[in-house]
């Protein structure tokens, strides 16, 4: 597996992915009506753009043998979701579902940890649904441990996110 940045003339493929990833991942735990605001709004192609080109936000694709099977959202900065000094945020990881349990999204996540300590970063973090609990159990494993909680939106449907992070 190898993971490598985005390229801008690959948003469409990006989105696709977003959008497949998310909905299998949640698309079962939320309403129809929920889903389909969220997606209409977050993984627009217009915001997907806006997203990519704000500085401080770089995204990754996870490949095999040529094809996408992950991506993950990292951001630093003020591209950050919650405003935490010389930081990291894995923003988004996921791993189409007919690759998961290969380890994928624990590459990804190494790779992530190890950009930061390249770049001096203290504090990696990231934010979880609290009803996902096996995600959240994957993190703990990795060695982040939850600080915070802040709401998310999906749709009309406040959620609440744990705050997990990592001293480095």
Same mark, same amino acid.
């Given at each position: 597996m190898i993971?490598?940045?985005? #390229?801008?003339?690959? =948003? @469409?493929? =990006?989105? #696709?992915? *977003?959008?497949?990833? !998310?909905?299998?991942? !949640? @698309?079962? =735990? %939320? *309403?129809?009506? %929920?889903?389909?605001?969220?997606? *209409?709004?977050?993984? *627009?192609?217009?915001h997907i753009k806006e997203e990519f080109d704000r500085p401080g936000s770089t995204f990754y694709f996870a490949m095999i043998n040529q094809q996408i099977v992950g991506y993950m959202k990292l951001n630093t900065g003020e591209a950050q979701n919650e405003p935490l000094e010389n930081a990291m945020e894995v923003e988004r990881i996921y791993v189409l579902k007919q690759h998961q349990g290969k380890r994928i999204g624990g590459i990804m996540l190494e790779h992530a940890i190890s950009l930061a300590r390249q770049e001096g970063i203290q504090v990696f973090w990231l934010g979880v649904w609290d009803q996902n609990v096996r995600a959240i159990a994957f993190y703990e494993r990795m060695g982040l441990k939850v600080f915070d909680t802040h709401s998310f939106m999906l749709g009309t449907d406040r959620q609440t996110d744990k705050l997990m992070k990592m001293e480095l």
């Open positions: 993971l490598r940045e985005v #390229q801008k003339e690959e =948003l @469409g493929l =990006l989105r #696709q992915m *977003s959008i497949s990833t !998310f909905t299998d991942a !949640f @698309g079962h =735990l %939320n *309403s129809k009506e %929920n889903m389909s605001l969220y997606l *209409s709004e977050k993984m *627009s192609a217009e």
